[in-house]
Protein backbone atom coordinates (compact mmCIF):
# COMPACT_ATOMS: atom_id res chain seq x y z
CA UNK A 1 0.00 0.00 0.00
CA UNK A 2 1.32 3.03 -1.64
CA UNK A 3 -0.95 5.71 -0.45
CA UNK A 4 -3.62 6.70 2.16
CA UNK A 5 -6.04 10.09 1.39
CA UNK A 6 -8.62 11.21 2.99
CA UNK A 7 -11.92 12.75 1.65
CA UNK A 8 -14.24 15.41 2.59
CA UNK A 9 -17.42 14.49 0.40
CA UNK A 10 -18.56 11.58 -1.78
CA UNK A 11 -18.00 13.50 -4.65
CA UNK A 12 -14.03 13.95 -3.77
CA UNK A 13 -13.90 10.11 -3.19
CA UNK A 14 -15.35 8.85 -5.91
CA UNK A 15 -13.06 10.97 -7.71
CA UNK A 16 -10.00 9.55 -6.00
CA UNK A 17 -11.28 6.32 -6.68
CA UNK A 18 -11.71 6.76 -10.49
CA UNK A 19 -8.37 8.12 -10.47
CA UNK A 20 -6.73 5.11 -9.30
CA UNK A 21 -8.86 2.68 -11.51
CA UNK A 22 -9.91 0.11 -8.92
CA UNK A 23 -6.53 0.07 -7.83
CA UNK A 24 -7.43 2.39 -4.59
CA UNK A 25 -10.14 0.99 -2.22
CA UNK A 26 -12.29 2.81 0.46
CA UNK A 27 -11.75 2.17 4.38
CA UNK A 28 -13.44 3.33 7.21
CA UNK A 29 -12.82 0.92 10.24
CA UNK A 30 -10.31 -1.54 8.28
CA UNK A 31 -11.39 -3.83 11.22
CA UNK A 32 -11.50 -6.57 8.12
CA UNK A 33 -9.54 -5.28 5.56
CA UNK A 34 -6.41 -4.59 7.67
CA UNK A 35 -6.12 -8.33 8.04
CA UNK A 36 -6.85 -8.76 4.56
CA UNK A 37 -3.98 -7.01 3.44
CA UNK A 38 -1.33 -9.10 6.02
CA UNK A 39 -2.72 -12.24 4.74
CA UNK A 40 -2.11 -10.87 0.77
CA UNK A 41 -5.82 -11.40 -0.16
CA UNK A 42 -6.21 -7.80 -1.67
CA UNK A 43 -3.11 -5.31 -1.98
CA UNK A 44 -4.51 -1.70 -2.91
CA UNK A 45 -2.08 0.94 -4.10
CA UNK A 46 -4.28 3.04 -1.75
CA UNK A 47 -6.84 3.22 0.57
CA UNK A 48 -9.51 5.97 0.51
CA UNK A 49 -10.38 6.85 3.72
CA UNK A 50 -14.21 8.06 4.67
CA UNK A 51 -14.71 9.01 8.15
CA UNK A 52 -14.57 12.74 7.33
CA UNK A 53 -17.57 12.64 5.21
CA UNK A 54 -20.20 13.72 7.75
CA UNK A 55 -23.17 12.64 4.99
CA UNK A 56 -22.11 9.10 6.14
CA UNK A 57 -22.12 9.29 9.63
CA UNK A 58 -25.31 9.58 12.14
CA UNK A 59 -28.84 8.58 12.40
CA UNK A 60 -32.06 10.53 11.43
CA UNK A 61 -35.69 9.73 11.26
CA UNK A 62 -36.56 10.81 7.52
CA UNK A 63 -40.76 10.74 7.31
CA UNK A 64 -41.30 6.99 7.78
CA UNK A 65 -37.26 6.11 7.51
CA UNK A 66 -34.76 5.56 9.92
CA UNK A 67 -31.75 6.80 7.93
CA UNK A 68 -28.19 5.65 9.13
CA UNK A 69 -24.54 6.79 7.91
CA UNK A 70 -22.96 4.12 6.67
CA UNK A 71 -19.48 5.24 7.99
CA UNK A 72 -21.43 5.41 12.02
CA UNK A 73 -19.94 2.96 14.27
CA UNK A 74 -21.33 -0.14 15.96
CA UNK A 75 -20.77 1.38 19.42
CA UNK A 76 -22.70 4.29 18.36
CA UNK A 77 -25.22 2.55 16.83
CA UNK A 78 -25.80 0.42 20.30
CA UNK A 79 -25.89 3.20 21.93
CA UNK A 80 -28.10 5.19 19.81
CA UNK A 81 -31.65 5.75 21.87
CA UNK A 82 -33.76 5.94 18.52
CA UNK A 83 -32.20 2.79 17.01
CA UNK A 84 -32.63 1.18 20.66
CA UNK A 85 -36.27 2.46 20.74
CA UNK A 86 -37.67 1.54 17.14
CA UNK A 87 -35.25 -1.51 16.31
CA UNK A 88 -33.49 -2.86 19.36
CA UNK A 89 -31.92 -5.43 17.71
CA UNK A 90 -30.40 -3.60 15.82
CA UNK A 91 -29.27 -2.38 18.53
CA UNK A 92 -28.18 -5.49 20.36
CA UNK A 93 -26.26 -7.09 17.16
CA UNK A 94 -24.23 -4.21 17.06
CA UNK A 95 -23.44 -4.63 20.73
CA UNK A 96 -22.42 -8.08 20.02
CA UNK A 97 -20.04 -6.79 17.20
CA UNK A 98 -16.13 -7.88 18.93
CA UNK A 99 -14.71 -5.64 21.70
CA UNK A 100 -15.73 -2.49 22.71
CA UNK A 101 -12.46 -1.52 20.76
CA UNK A 102 -13.58 -2.70 17.62
CA UNK A 103 -17.07 -1.38 18.13
CA UNK A 104 -15.70 2.11 18.48
CA UNK A 105 -13.88 1.38 15.23
CA UNK A 106 -15.93 -0.56 12.83
CA UNK A 107 -18.39 0.19 10.78
CA UNK A 108 -22.08 -0.95 9.59
CA UNK A 109 -20.85 -0.20 5.61
CA UNK A 110 -17.85 -2.60 6.34
CA UNK A 111 -19.95 -5.29 8.05
CA UNK A 112 -22.18 -5.32 5.22
CA UNK A 113 -19.10 -5.03 2.33
CA UNK A 114 -17.02 -7.99 4.28
CA UNK A 115 -19.69 -10.18 3.54
CA UNK A 116 -19.69 -12.48 6.73
CA UNK A 117 -22.58 -14.47 6.44
CA UNK A 118 -22.92 -14.32 10.40
CA UNK A 119 -21.92 -10.50 10.58
CA UNK A 120 -23.51 -9.82 13.75
CA UNK A 121 -24.76 -6.30 12.83
CA UNK A 122 -26.27 -7.48 8.96
CA UNK A 123 -28.53 -10.72 10.33
CA UNK A 124 -30.43 -7.77 12.35
CA UNK A 125 -30.66 -5.50 9.34
CA UNK A 126 -31.77 -8.15 6.80
CA UNK A 127 -34.87 -9.21 9.14
CA UNK A 128 -35.53 -5.31 9.16
CA UNK A 129 -35.77 -5.28 5.41
CA UNK A 130 -33.07 -2.48 5.14
CA UNK A 131 -31.86 -1.16 1.71
CA UNK A 132 -28.49 0.85 0.89
CA UNK A 133 -28.25 3.70 -1.34
CA UNK A 134 -25.28 3.14 -3.33
CA UNK A 135 -23.05 5.86 -4.75
CA UNK A 136 -20.76 5.36 -8.25
CA UNK A 137 -20.12 7.52 -11.12
CA UNK A 138 -22.99 6.05 -12.92
CA UNK A 139 -25.16 7.87 -10.12
CA UNK A 140 -26.84 6.72 -7.25
CA UNK A 141 -28.92 3.30 -6.86
CA UNK A 142 -31.08 2.15 -3.44
CA UNK A 143 -31.02 -1.72 -3.32
CA UNK A 144 -32.15 -4.07 -0.78
CA UNK A 145 -29.25 -4.92 1.63
CA UNK A 146 -30.57 -8.62 1.41
CA UNK A 147 -29.22 -8.77 -2.27
CA UNK A 148 -25.47 -7.06 -1.25
CA UNK A 149 -23.93 -10.68 -0.17
CA UNK A 150 -22.85 -12.81 -3.33
CA UNK A 151 -20.67 -15.22 -1.30
CA UNK A 152 -18.66 -15.60 2.05
CA UNK A 153 -16.61 -12.64 2.20
CA UNK A 154 -17.70 -11.56 -1.40
CA UNK A 155 -19.98 -8.47 -1.76
CA UNK A 156 -22.18 -7.24 -4.55
CA UNK A 157 -20.10 -3.63 -4.17
CA UNK A 158 -17.24 -2.88 -5.24
CA UNK A 159 -15.47 -0.79 -3.02
CA UNK A 160 -12.61 0.08 -6.09
CA UNK A 161 -15.33 1.71 -7.17
CA UNK A 162 -18.13 2.41 -5.19
CA UNK A 163 -19.34 4.02 -2.38
CA UNK A 164 -22.34 2.67 0.28
CA UNK A 165 -23.44 5.92 1.66
CA UNK A 166 -26.67 5.46 3.61
CA UNK A 167 -28.56 2.24 4.82
CA UNK A 168 -32.73 2.79 5.52
CA UNK A 169 -35.28 1.05 6.99
CA UNK A 170 -39.43 1.76 7.06
CA UNK A 171 -40.56 2.13 10.11
CA UNK A 172 -44.16 0.70 10.39
CA UNK A 173 -47.03 2.13 10.75
CA UNK A 174 -48.31 -1.24 12.60
CA UNK A 175 -47.62 -2.40 16.25
CA UNK A 176 -44.37 -4.54 15.51
CA UNK A 177 -41.84 -6.26 17.38
CA UNK A 178 -38.03 -7.53 16.76
CA UNK A 179 -35.46 -9.51 18.43
CA UNK A 180 -31.68 -10.37 18.17
CA UNK A 181 -30.62 -13.61 19.54
CA UNK A 182 -26.64 -15.11 19.67
CA UNK A 183 -24.58 -17.90 20.56
CA UNK A 184 -20.94 -17.95 20.80
CA UNK A 185 -18.39 -19.86 22.98
CA UNK A 186 -18.17 -17.20 25.08
CA UNK A 187 -20.13 -13.45 25.81
CA UNK A 188 -17.23 -11.34 23.79
CA UNK A 189 -14.71 -11.45 21.28
CA UNK A 190 -15.84 -14.84 19.41
CA UNK A 191 -17.79 -15.49 16.38
CA UNK A 192 -20.97 -16.29 16.82
CA UNK A 193 -22.11 -20.57 16.40
CA UNK A 194 -25.62 -18.90 15.21
CA UNK A 195 -26.96 -15.92 15.29
CA UNK A 196 -31.01 -15.25 14.57
CA UNK A 197 -32.68 -11.74 13.50
CA UNK A 198 -36.73 -11.59 14.29
CA UNK A 199 -39.20 -8.93 12.86
CA UNK A 200 -43.18 -9.57 13.39
CA UNK A 201 -45.87 -7.06 12.30
CA UNK A 202 -49.66 -7.10 13.55
CA UNK A 203 -52.42 -6.52 12.26
CA UNK A 204 -54.93 -6.82 15.20
CA UNK A 205 -54.06 -10.04 16.86
CA UNK A 206 -52.51 -11.69 13.98
CA UNK A 207 -49.30 -11.51 12.80
CA UNK A 208 -49.42 -9.67 9.54
CA UNK A 209 -45.89 -10.14 8.45
CA UNK A 210 -42.87 -12.31 9.54
CA UNK A 211 -39.18 -11.79 8.50
CA UNK A 212 -36.91 -14.69 9.88
CA UNK A 213 -33.27 -14.53 9.15
CA UNK A 214 -30.64 -17.16 10.84
CA UNK A 215 -26.84 -17.51 10.24
CA UNK A 216 -24.28 -19.02 9.74
CA UNK A 217 -25.90 -21.69 8.03
CA UNK A 218 -25.83 -20.63 4.22
CA UNK A 219 -23.16 -18.36 2.24
CA UNK A 220 -25.18 -15.50 2.74
CA UNK A 221 -28.11 -14.37 5.55
CA UNK A 222 -30.76 -17.15 5.31
CA UNK A 223 -34.41 -16.07 5.22
CA UNK A 224 -36.31 -18.92 6.56
CA UNK A 225 -39.61 -17.93 4.49
CA UNK A 226 -41.44 -21.12 4.65
CA UNK A 227 -41.58 -20.31 8.62
CA UNK A 228 -42.33 -17.01 7.97
CA UNK A 229 -45.10 -17.86 5.23
CA UNK A 230 -46.71 -20.67 8.27
CA UNK A 231 -46.86 -17.74 10.67
CA UNK A 232 -48.69 -15.50 8.37
CA UNK A 233 -52.16 -14.59 9.77
CA UNK A 234 -52.00 -16.60 13.00
CA UNK A 235 -52.33 -15.49 16.44
CA UNK A 236 -49.47 -16.09 18.33
CA UNK A 237 -49.24 -18.48 20.74
CA UNK A 238 -46.77 -20.81 22.49
CA UNK A 239 -48.02 -23.67 20.58
CA UNK A 240 -47.56 -22.05 16.86
CA UNK A 241 -43.86 -20.26 17.88
CA UNK A 242 -42.99 -24.12 18.80
CA UNK A 243 -44.26 -25.23 15.73
CA UNK A 244 -42.59 -22.16 14.00
CA UNK A 245 -39.53 -23.30 15.63
CA UNK A 246 -39.36 -26.87 14.24
CA UNK A 247 -40.31 -25.39 10.85
CA UNK A 248 -37.01 -23.71 10.67
CA UNK A 249 -34.84 -27.10 11.95
CA UNK A 250 -36.10 -28.27 9.01
CA UNK A 251 -35.49 -25.78 6.67
CA UNK A 252 -31.71 -24.93 7.30
CA UNK A 253 -28.66 -27.22 6.68
CA UNK A 254 -25.80 -26.12 8.61
CA UNK A 255 -22.77 -27.73 7.80
CA UNK A 256 -20.03 -29.44 10.47
CA UNK A 257 -17.41 -26.91 11.39
CA UNK A 258 -14.46 -26.96 13.78
CA UNK A 259 -15.08 -23.36 14.76
CA UNK A 260 -18.70 -23.41 15.47
CA UNK A 261 -19.86 -27.15 15.82
CA UNK A 262 -21.57 -29.97 14.25
CA UNK A 263 -24.47 -29.42 11.86
CA UNK A 264 -26.99 -30.96 14.11
CA UNK A 265 -25.81 -29.37 17.14
CA UNK A 266 -26.18 -26.19 15.46
CA UNK A 267 -30.04 -27.02 14.02
CA UNK A 268 -31.14 -27.69 17.73
CA UNK A 269 -29.77 -23.94 18.47
CA UNK A 270 -31.47 -22.17 15.56
CA UNK A 271 -35.02 -23.79 16.85
CA UNK A 272 -34.50 -22.84 20.12
CA UNK A 273 -33.04 -18.98 19.48
CA UNK A 274 -35.81 -19.33 17.24
CA UNK A 275 -38.52 -19.99 19.90
CA UNK A 276 -36.76 -17.41 21.93
CA UNK A 277 -36.39 -14.92 18.98
CA UNK A 278 -40.23 -15.47 18.47
CA UNK A 279 -41.50 -14.79 21.92
CA UNK A 280 -39.43 -11.76 22.96
CA UNK A 281 -40.83 -10.19 19.23
CA UNK A 282 -44.90 -11.25 19.70
CA UNK A 283 -44.58 -9.54 22.95
CA UNK A 284 -45.42 -6.64 21.34
CA UNK A 285 -48.83 -7.78 20.58
CA UNK A 286 -49.66 -8.24 23.84
Not at 171 to 187: D, N, Q
Not at 257 to 283: C, F, H, I, P, T
Request: proline letters at 5%.
Amino acid sequence: MKKYLFSADVEECLGLLAQHKGSARLVAGATDLMLWIREGRVSPEGLVDVTRIREMRGVAIQGDVLVIGSATTHAEIAADATVKKLFPSLASGCLSVGSPQIRNIATLAGNIVSAQPAADSVVPMTALGASCEILSEDGRTVKPLSVLSKAVGESHVDPTKEILTKIYIDIPKCRYGTSFKRIAPREAMALPVVNVAVMLKAEGAQIAEARIVVSPVAVVPFRAKETEAFLHGKVPSEELLKQAAEIVGNEVSPRDSLQRGSGAYRKMLVKDLVAQALKEASAAFV
